[in-house]
């Protein structure tokens, strides 16, 4: 199936290891250079056939919105829910007209059924309303997903970066999902911001304080690495080697967490080569490491779960 992929070109492999490692130097540059060169691979792709319904949606506000992705075959597949970033304050599921599509493509071509949706900015909706709408989500897909030839009962969602943040706090916190618990079968948290913390050495921080707000205390009890202890959730957790300042080290906190609770240590990876954007634009091209190992996660806690 890689034959079908996209290599990424030589060019494109030189120019990630050439801003790899200043990459937190200029995050809006290298991240706008990333998007433009990976979009441009996409588009030239050979792309299956897949059936796309576009701009549904799962609530009442305008960003509310969501696209499912399925193969013409699905018949109760396994969900993929992928909520992107953009730091708490923008973003959109379309960053271009590949990205991030790109993402549920992939799953899509691999027999899933793949969604891709939008949330509530910091302006109109603080925390917890990013997590909140990842639920609104989750409730959509329960109701409507065996449309689409998906099973309602194999729900993953993957959070990119600030959608990492929604998708750990739906996840693990118990004050925002409630005793019917999550609903889902795994969380897959890729470069997520999942520690809010202001701290002035992080570029973002500003961004973090309109989300979580600006007290401390508060910023410390809204972080969904200190929920994560008490959750039997499956969790697979991927850094890339050119993260955004201090995302790593979260993550890793929340690997840690998690560890230390159930005493064993949750599936955590390094896309070495890859920086915070290239780990989620390169999804559909023939490099299918990060992929792979999603798939395979998925795979074992569906199979723990039967």
Not at 97 to 124: K, Q, S, T, W
Request: neutral net charge; contains cysteine.
């Amino acid at each position: 199936m890689n034959s079908e992929m996209p290599e990424i070109p030589a060019s494109l492999l030189d120019l990630m290891a050439e801003i790899g490692p200043r990459w937190g130097t200029n995050i809006a540059e290298h991240a706008a250079l990333m998007q433009k060169a990976f979009t441009e691979l996409h588009a030239n792709a050979h792309r299956p056939p897949i059936n796309v319904a576009r701009d549904i949606a799962y609530g009442p506000h305008p960003r509310q919105r969501l696209d499912v992705f399925s193969s013409r075959h699905a018949n109760g597949a396994p969900v993929v829910l992928f909520v992107h970033g953009g730091a708490f304050v923008r973003g959109d599921r379309n960053a271009t007209p590949e990205l991030y599509a790109n993402v549920l493509y992939y799953f899509a071509r691999h027999g899933m059924v793949g969604i891709n949706m939008e949330y509530r900015l910091a302006r109109d909706a603080p925390w917890p309303g990013g997590a909140e709408d990842v639920g609104a989500a989750i409730a959509w897909i329960k109701t409507n997903v065996a449309h689409h030839g998906g099973d309602p009962e194999k729900i993953f969602v993957i959070g990119h970066s600030a959608g990492g943040s929604h998708v750990a706090t739906w996840a693990y916190d118990r004050r925002v999902h409630g005793d019917a618990g999550p609903s889902i079968a795994g969380a897959i948290i890729v470069g997520g911001r999942v520690r809010a913390d202001s701290r002035p050495d992080d570029p973002n921080c500003k961004n973090v304080e309109a989300y979580f707000g600006p007290d401390k205390k508060l910023q410390a009890e809204r972080s969904p690495v200190m929920h994560a202890a008490g959750s039997s959730l499956p969790t697979f957790i991927a850094i890339a080697q050119y993260e955004n300042p201090f995302l790593d080290v979260y993550c890793l906190e929340l690997a840690w967490r998690i560890a230390a609770s159930r005493g064993r240590a949750p599936r955590v990876v390094q896309a070495m080569g890859h920086n915070h954007i290239s780990m989620v634009c390169h999804f559909n091209t023939a490099d299918d490491w990060l992929g792979r190992q999603i798939r395979e996660f998925m795979g074992s806690a569906l199979l723990k779960k039967e």
